[in-house]
């Protein structure tokens, strides 16, 4: 299991680089983490919802992802609820304060159930396990789900990753085994120190002293990583600095309160010609080459911000003057002329219909019950020399879209209900979108996408033979997994290997 000294220290990456290594010995890892919160998710070939972070784990460990690897997920709503995903169905939603009273034995059982499958389906694997935030919070130590407690039922062997870009590392360390039960405490078997900075040498006197102070050996001290990598929560894109004095188009990315999956803006983050600028509600919108509204876990709340902060005007502005605007998912619905909310699913109350933008002529109904499915089409627009090129991703949202009558718009692809597209004013400005998440890591269609953007600043366009981004990511977890193998000695974690199994049926 690896765990973590806080929320951030980079449980995640660690994770998938155990599992990329494990991989490289002839082992199969099962990366597995009990209980995610996040609102980056993916859909397996199942249709069920789980984290991405699990889906690249699974990338890393050379499988499939499914929905056995995270069995709970809780997608935050912005008011202190969360929805509650078990084994990849919407289950409910909770309320901070009554979580732990509602759904903790339910939240156990999806566990355990999830382990089984995944077992079950890869028999002889080893679970690598990620936990979750610190696994010392003293207040919620006693209904834990998914670190110690799961760490226990395993008998896990534990690394503790530790994060020396934030500061106070011994402090970090030491706090948190010192938090420790008695039980607990000979379950971390070693230490790994995260995005050091310099010469590794510089730590050596300081690793000394970790290791006579707590008994555990610091198992290696990785270096900070220039890759990106997809975050684990959207503040860390905000952190994301300019990475490319050298890039030839902008492209503005609204980051509104409720944003989504914005691991569909990995692909454009991987394009050196690009730079993505997030911008806030409140900050100036600019001339980008072009605008993009990303998904929403809270549609019609994002809505209202767009409206309530001037950014839905200059939108309508930016696109009137022939500005280039694509929206994702929920950005999609709000490009519409109408939202109709029957039972109250987004809004403050059942039977909301709610003005949208207006910028493509569409009508969308909340219901109940979620889209969740991969989906492969032919695009056909933008257009391009050649064939129009395929195009796959997933579905997942609530709500359905339909074009008005007689409506003014073309699909985006020959399978009409993924998306649409429109030219808009008489200065050439073009507002598209789609419900597929995953349409920027189709090589030939983001670069098509982007070559229209190019031809509109006399720039020469690129190659559009492009493989899936799924290549390039691979290529980042083979760097990630050298850098791992160069940097930590996990033998004292592999040693005597005993395959963890639940002690109980």
């Not at 994770?15 to 609102?39: D, I, Y």
């Not at 709503?77 to 903790?104: C, K, Q």
């Not at 493989?467 to 691979?474: I, T």
């Amino acid at each position: 299991m690896v765990l973590g000294t806080s929320s951030g220290a980079g449980k995640s990456l660690m994770t998938a680089a155990l599992c990329r290594v494990l991989r490289r010995r002839g082992e199969q890892p099962l990366p597995f983490k009990g209980q995610n919160m996040s609102l980056n998710a993916w859909v397996d070939q199942q249709g069920g919802e789980m984290a991405y972070s699990q889906a690249l784990q699974a990338w890393a460990a050379g499988l499939e992802p499914q929905v056995a690897m995270n069995p709970v997920l809780l997608k935050p709503r912005g008011d202190s609820t969360s929805e509650v995903i078990h084994l990849g169905r919407s289950v409910g939603t909770a309320r901070a304060e009554h979580y732990y009273r509602d759904w903790f034995r339910p939240g156990w059982s999806a566990i355990r159930t999830g382990l089984a499958e995944l077992q079950a389906a890869h028999p002889g694997g080893r679970l690598v396990l990620e936990g979750a935030g610190s696994p010392v919070e003293v207040n919620l130590q006693a209904r834990d789900l998914t670190n110690l407690r799961l760490a226990q039922y395993l008998r896990a062997r534990c690394l503790l990753v530790a994060d020396i870009e934030r500061g106070g590392v011994f402090a970090q360390i030491v706090g948190t085994l010192a938090l420790l039960r008695p039980v607990e405490r000979p379950l971390i078997g070693g230490l790994l120190i995260n995005r050091f900075r310099g010469r590794r040498s510089l730590f050596d006197a300081g690793r000394l002293w970790l290791e006579q102070e707590t008994g555990v050996p610091v198992l290696g001290v990785m270096p900070w990583l220039d890759e990106l990598f997809p975050p684990e929560d959207s503040l860390d894109l905000l952190e994301r600095g300019s990475r490319k004095p050298r890039s030839e188009l902008s492209i503005a990315v609204l980051r509104l309160p409720s944003l989504s999956n914005f691991s569909d803006l990995d692909p454009l983050e991987a394009e050196t010609s690009v730079q993505l600028q997030w911008r806030r509600p409140g900050e100036p919108l600019g001339q980008p080459d072009a605008v993009i509204l990303p998904g929403s876990k809270q549609t019609l709340r994002d809505l209202q911000v767009l409206r309530s902060s001037g950014l839905a005007d200059d939108l309508l502005d930016y696109v009137a003057r022939g500005g280039q605007l694509f929206a994702l998912c929920g950005g999609l619905q709000m490009l519409g002329e109408e939202l109709h909310d029957p039972e109250g699913l987004e809004g403050d109350q059942a039977g909301d219909r709610v003005a949208g933008l207006g910028l493509l002529p569409l009508r969308t109904v909340f219901e109940g019950t979620k889209a969740l499915r991969q989906r492969r089409s032919r695009a056909l627009w933008p257009p391009g020399p050649g064939e129009p090129p395929l195009v796959e991703g997933f579905e997942l949202h609530q709500g359905r879209s339909e074009p008005t009558e007689q409506a003014d718009c073309a699909p985006l692809a020959e399978d009409g209900q993924l998306g649409w597209w429109a030219a808009s004013g008489a200065q050439g400005g073009v507002v598209a979108g789609t419900y597929l998440h995953g349409i920027f890591e189709n090589g030939p269609w983001r670069r098509r996408w982007l070559n229209q953007l190019r031809q509109r600043r006399d720039l020469p366009p690129l190659g559009e033979n492009q493989p899936h981004h799924a290549r390039q990511r691979d290529a980042l977890l083979d760097r990630l997994a050298d850098a791992f193998e160069a940097h930590i000695d996990l033998s004292p974690l592999l040693a005597g290997r005993d395959r963890a199994r639940p002690p109980h049926p």
